[in-house]
């Protein structure tokens, strides 16, 4: 089993026609036609490994009383994922897009969400949960910032957790994270960690890449959108992995599929470099979905990835 931990959210989407402009300020008008749901943030994660068939627990938090909370629980009982939210009452968060059907352009995201960060009884709440982790050996630690994960649930989760831990983070969040198992960040991200900006060519990420394992003690990752992955190890080992995309139409939760199928293949006792391999091809096919999505085993081990 793969557990993750880190803030779930609700993505809705709704999709229309756009024909005319609004006369009475200078926006389109959206003629709605349909809507649906999917379960983002660490919820994505948790859901990409689910598509795998691969058992999964996901802790986080959301509010199992209000309209977004109880959606997010009936799409984790469809998907059999495992889960136990934790909730101080706030809503649960809520990204709402707005898309024009034809040109799948987003017109706009509204926001349902209130960031701060959780009382030590909702944090302790979480930490009592981690002796559920005994059938896990990959813990995937999804960072999205919203106040779930504090420095003192961190170390807790350090202490307690035998297996490896593989962390999706946010750069304000960083030094949480020392001495795990690898950290994930994209190009950017990286850059915003060592407070300078890192060309996307191999020698400029190398050298961040080497600054980062020296510093945080732990193997690294870094996304580099079209040019694919650099990987770095704590024994010095240094590989650039090459994007293969067919047709870009969508790289929202790309990281999300990277990491989950990393952790998939991690528990599946592939090497580091296979592992990221895998990932690095699951990520390439997701971006071709419109949406959050995932990849399936067919896709991810079929004919239909060339």
């Known amino acids: 089993m793969i557990t993750v931990l880190g803030e779930v959210m609700l993505d809705k989407y709704t999709y229309g026609k756009v024909e005319r402009i609004n006369p009475e300020a200078p926006v389109p008008i959206i003629n709605v036609i349909t809507k649906k749901y999917a379960i983002g943030g660490a919820g994505n994660v948790a859901n990409n490994i689910a598509f795998l068939k691969h058992p999964v627990f996901l802790i986080s938090s959301a509010n199992l009383s209000d309209e977004f909370g109880k959606k997010i629980a009936e799409i984790c009982d469809e998907n059999k994922i495992t889960y136990t939210f934790v909730s101080d009452g706030r809503p649960t968060i809520l990204k709402h897009r707005f898309v024009a059907v ?16 959780f009382s030590d009884n909702i944090i302790n709440e979480i930490i009592s949960n981690f002796k559920n982790l005994n059938d896990s050996s990959v813990l995937i630690i999804s960072d999205y910032n919203k106040g779930l994960l504090t420095q003192n649930l961190i170390s807790e989760l350090k202490r307690e957790f035998k297996g490896k831990i593989l962390v999706d983070p946010k750069p304000e969040n960083i030094n949480m ?12 991200e990286a850059s915003k960690i060592l407070g300078k900006e890192i060309i996307n060519d191999d020698v400029s990420v190398e050298s961040a890449g ?45 990281g999300d599929t990277f990491i989950a199928t990393l952790a998939y293949a991690i528990d599946k006792n592939y090497d580091l470099i296979d592992a990221v391999k895998l990932a690095n091809r699951a990520s390439s096919i997701v971006v071709s979905k419109s949406g959050t999505a995932t990849v399936t085993l067919d896709e991810l081990f079929g004919d239909t990835y060339e």
């Open 102 to 117: 034809g040109y799948n352009q987003q017109l706009l995201r509204a926001d349902y969400e209130e960031k701060k960060a």
């Open 177 to 188: 994270y020392t001495d795990v198992y690898l950290i994930k960040p994209n190009l950017f």
């Open 210 to 254: 080497l600054e980062l394992v020296k510093r945080f003690n732990s193997n690294f990752v870094i996304t580099r959108s079209e040019k694919g992955v650099s990987v770095f190890t704590k024994d010095g080992k240094i590989e650039h992995i090459c994007g293969k995309v067919k047709d870009v139409h969508d790289v929202s939760g790309a």
